[in-house]
């Protein structure tokens, strides 16, 4: 069968390119922009991949077009394919029909961890000899990819609330009928689609509906929005889980100021103490909701708990790019004031209060794009030393609201050269530079690491 993939450079349709590919089918795609890294990926695997959108790239006709959810009417594709009654699907149809059906399925979903958290998960069940399936909307340094169809009966899928396709605008989520649902947390996102959080909590509560009776539901005992979700309807079990207190749900004790180590335990049981290299109290969360998902799959918690040693963390989730003359700089794919927020507090109990962490911001998520927290990043930004704010071309509103409300050194820069060039001579021994974006940033990790090699190079020869 050949398949054909409109958007394939996506990092979700990119994940069911690749699931494609291992089932044996003739897989080909085409993109606006063909980028890294999952360009990488596929071109890797050895799937060709075509510019731009042109009705050519369909002739001869695929056995089946996927149509990934950035594409709209008015595409030369799509309007190909609708014109000449070609067979489409959307990506998470197609995931659901030809790679998940007959699987277990553990799917994480809410606003922020479902990438790490899905990579924790797919890492404890891999560590049991479980041979898990998995697509993750990141690549897991434990396995160098972000999906794979697996020899196991698990699949772990990241589930997404964003809209499917043009033609279907039901979370991806609900095509993936969910033995064991993680709900991580929930807040108001996706501004470019949802009006307000109830119809995000709606969406959510089309997800509940198909969750079977005898499956599991792993959240948060204290997040207020999915407390609502649940109360609206749940038929389903639920564990609940929190870094702290009592009862009978899965909690961490004891826990390091760096998030390192702590104490596992499930109502009376204790399970051991995780040590691992992740850092702050939000992989705290993510990783209980791991151990309490596998040791649903049949994983003993004690056997999960020691596994996490092993987990080797997420490519772009407060990653380290490079160490120079003992300047450490990161990239992190910072989508949301909580994600920045909980990112830095968690670098903060690593770095001490002796160390600076200079933050460097591109606001490029679509929500923050609208302005929708230009009154909550200043607070989010509280741990950094300094802030470094990109204002970009095309970014509809002045950062200028967010540095006026910060009280740290704060800079505003119109490019990318210009934020190297300050950083650069900014930084001083034992600094944590934090790049902040979940684009591109225009090269600037790279750059960024050039200037200070330069510079150290320069100050060696001094």
Not at 187 to 215: C, K, N
Not at 324 to 334: P, Q, R
Request: aromatic letters at 8%.
């Amino acid at each position: 069968m050949h398949v054909h993939i409109l958007g394939i450079c996506g990092t979700f349709m990119a994940g069911v390119a690749r699931l494609a590919k291992q089932m044996g089918w003739h897989v080909t795609g085409s993109d606006a922009q063909v980028y890294p890294p999952m360009s990488d990926q596929l071109r890797a695997d050895d799937i060709p991949i075509m510019e731009g959108f042109s009705a050519a790239h369909l002739q001869p006709a695929p056995d089946c077009v996927v149509i990934g959810n950035a594409l709209s009417r008015g595409n030369e594709a799509v309007e190909y394919v609708l014109d000449n009654d070609l067979p489409y699907t959307s990506g998470p149809e197609f995931l659901a029909q030809h790679i998940l059906a007959g699987r277990k399925v553990i799917a994480v979903a809410g606003t922020h961890g479902k990438t790490t958290t899905s990579s924790i998960v797919a890492w404890l069940l891999e560590a049991a000899g479980l041979a898990p399936g998995f697509l993750i909307g990141g690549v897991a340094n434990n396995f160098g990819i972000s999906a794979r169809v697996g020899d196991g009966e698990f699949f772990v899928v990241e589930a997404d609330e964003y809209d499917t396709a043009f033609f279907d605008k039901r979370a991806k989520f609900v095509h993936y009928k969910p033995h064991t649902l993680i709900l991580n947390n929930l807040e108001y996102d996706h501004a470019d689609i949802f009006p307000d959080m109830a119809a995000i909590q709606w969406q959510f509560h089309q997800l509940m509906r198909i969750v079977p009776g005898t499956s599991l539901v792993i959240a948060p005992r204290e997040d207020l929005y999915l407390q609502q979700v649940l109360q609206r309807g749940c038929w389903t079990p639920v564990e609940y889980i929190d870094d702290g207190g009592a009862g009978a749900g899965w909690h961490a004790h004891d826990c390091s100021a760096d998030g390192r180590r702590f104490e596992v335990t499930r109502g009376d049981a204790a399970f051991g103490t995780a040590s691992w290299t992740m850092t702050g109290r939000h992989n705290i969360h993510n990783a209980l909701a791991a151990v309490a998902a596998a040791a649903h799959a049949g994983v003993p918690a004690q056997q999960a708990v020691a596994a996490l040693a092993g987990f080797k963390g997420v490519k772009r989730r407060l990653e380290v790019i490079a160490s120079i003359g003992g300047i450490t700089l990161y990239d992190d794919f910072a989508h949301h004031p909580t994600a920045i927020d909980t990112t830095l507090k968690g670098l903060r109990g690593l770095a001490g209060e002796g160390e600076r962490i200079i933050v460097v911001l591109e606001p490029r998520s679509n929500t923050m794009r609208l302005g929708v927290h230009r009154e909550t990043l200043a607070p989010a930004l509280k741990e950094a030393d300094s802030v470094v704010l990109y204002q970009a071309p095309d970014l509809p509103w002045s950062l200028q609201t967010v540095a006026d409300a910060l009280t740290r050194p704060t800079r505003i820069c119109d490019s990318v050269d210009a934020i190297v060039e300050y950083v650069a001579g900014l930084a001083r021994t034992g600094d944590h530079i934090v790049i902040m974006s979940n684009g591109g940033f225009g090269g600037i990790h790279q750059r960024l690491k050039h200037a200070l090699l330069t510079r150290e190079s320069h100050e060696g020869v001094e």
